[in-house]
């Protein structure tokens, strides 16, 4: 049996599922497993995680032949380029839905395609009909697995619950320090859309905010498409904030996927990205920024709402992070639900990934097997 887990989109993908095939290849050695990326950059960074995490993971890593005309995005004709490749697998495991491209194409032969998902966000994109689409699916906790099921894109058998795999390698360090101080950091985190993300009306005025404060640190690290490739020159918009002692500029390193900020800030202040998610897995205080009057209440696309103040404007941020600080307890309960609902026992990491492995290599052996009755700690 042969593996494939390729990486066309950005890097921070690559945590989702690169943790699986490690450990598909540490238990499973009758299975051939490689990880597959689209450029030098995906193989560099694909290397240097499994020789850091699991150096005695025999995973194959091989680099994609580039589109013949490369320019751009594309992973659509990445994956052409690679079908005869591809096709050579009995299964290609993806944490991204453009995967679903290859279903599409003449020659991708018995392959099947098992999504991994990337992130545990509510936002309906998640939740799409294409993911009916999908020969498996992992999932992370029951809250994600009753939506999917009442959508009817997953089915008994060809799906696990207690999947988070990204949690196996980024959990259990302790948070570092970014800045020379005692001071709470506030991490913000705006998404890369701009029909819902609040950087562009409000983004320059909570980093001005900030740099003027004696009282907190911040650690302004957007989603990674948000300033995807992070240039120097996109590094010069933010040129005034370089002397400020109490912020930390980021538009893309690999801190800002791995959990490093996320572990370590006090608060986190964002819009709609899914790394509330991750950063709730431990309660901690929340603020968000709507800069679009979005209808959030009871809409399950904004579920992670509930978890901190929704704020209008991004006028007086300081004191409102005076006030979410003061009165964190308010909301840890409903934190701590949304965690235990959103993950289930992936949220402590360990064993997720290996969780993943087996569910994935007992279906391409046996075929589908109804594993929603199971508890996820029964896993061997």
């Known amino acids: 049996m042969r593996v494939v887990f390729p990486y066309f989109a950005q890097l921070h993908q690559v945590f989702h599922s690169l943790p699986i095939a490690a450990e598909m290849a540490r238990r499973h050695r009758d299975v051939e497993v490689h990880a597959a990326g689209s450029t030098a950059a995906h193989v560099s960074f694909v290397r240097e995680l499994l020789a850091r995490h699991v150096p005695d993971a025999p995973v194959k890593v091989d680099l994609l032949k580039r589109p013949l005309f490369d320019r751009?995005?594309?992973?659509?004709?990445?994956?052409?380029?690679?079908?005869?490749?591809?096709?050579?697998?009995?299964?290609?495991?993806?944490?991204?839905?453009?995967?679903l491209f290859l279903k599409k194409l003449v020659g991708l032969g018995h392959a099947r395609l098992?999504?991994?998902?990337?992130?545990?966000?509510?936002?309906?994109?998640?939740?799409?009909?294409?993911v009916s689409t999908f020969d498996y699916v992992l999932v992370a906790g029951p809250k994600i697995e009753?939506?999917?099921?009442?959508?009817?894109?997953?089915?008994?058998?060809?799906?696990?619950?207690?999947?988070?795999?990204?949690?196996?390698?980024?959990?259990?360090?302790?948070?570092?320090?970014?800045?020379?101080?005692d001071r709470p950091t506030v991490l913000y985190n705006p998404h890369f859309d701009a029909k819902l993300s609040s950087w562009p009306s409000f983004g320059l005025s909570v980093l001005e905010q900030f740099a003027g404060s004696s009282r907190y640190n911040l650690i302004f690290a957007p989603h990674i498409r948000l300033f995807d490739p992070p240039t120097?020159?996109?590094?010069?918009?933010?040129?005034?904030?370089?002397?400020?002692?109490?912020?930390?500029?980021?538009?893309?390193?690999?801190?800002?996927?791995?959990?490093?900020?996320?572990?370590?800030?006090?608060?986190?202040?964002?819009?709609?990205?899914?790394?509330?998610?991750?950063?709730?897995?431990?309660?901690r205080p929340c603020l968000f920024l709507d800069a679009h009057g979005a209808a959030w209440q009871d809409?399950?696309?904004?579920?992670?709402?509930?978890?901190?103040?929704v704020l209008g404007s991004p006028d007086r941020i300081l004191e409102q992070?005076?006030?979410?600080?003061?009165?964190?307890?308010?909301?840890?309960?409903?934190?701590?639900?949304?965690?235990?609902?959103?993950?289930g026992i992936a949220r402590e990491g360990g064993g997720s990934a290996a969780r993943g492995a087996d569910a994935i290599v007992e279906f391409l052996r046996t075929g589908p097997r109804d594993l929603s009755a199971e508890r996820p700690g029964d896993a061997a």
């Open 72 to 99: 751009g995005p594309a992973k659509k004709r990445t994956m052409m380029r690679n079908l005869i490749y591809l096709s050579g697998f009995d299964a290609i495991v993806t944490p991204e839905r453009t995967s």
């Open 114 to 130: 098992v999504w991994t998902r990337h992130g545990a966000g509510d936002r309906a994109i998640g939740f799409a009909e294409d």
């Open 146 to 181: 009753e939506r999917l099921l009442s959508s009817g894109l997953i089915r008994p058998g060809h799906y696990c619950t207690g999947v988070y795999a990204k949690f196996d390698w980024a959990r259990g360090r302790p948070p570092r320090r970014w800045f020379d101080n």
């Open 232 to 283: 120097s020159r996109k590094y010069e918009r933010f040129a005034r904030f370089a002397m400020c002692p109490n912020v930390r500029i980021d538009l893309g390193s690999v801190h800002g996927i791995d959990l490093g900020y996320v572990e370590s800030a006090d608060l986190y202040l964002g819009d709609v990205s899914s790394q509330v998610a991750e950063f709730v897995s431990r309660p």
């Open 299 to 309: 809409n399950p696309d904004y579920a992670f709402w509930s978890l901190g103040k």
């Open 321 to 343: 992070v005076d006030q979410a600080l003061a009165s964190a307890a308010r909301y840890r309960p409903v934190q701590e639900r949304y965690a235990t609902e959103t993950f």
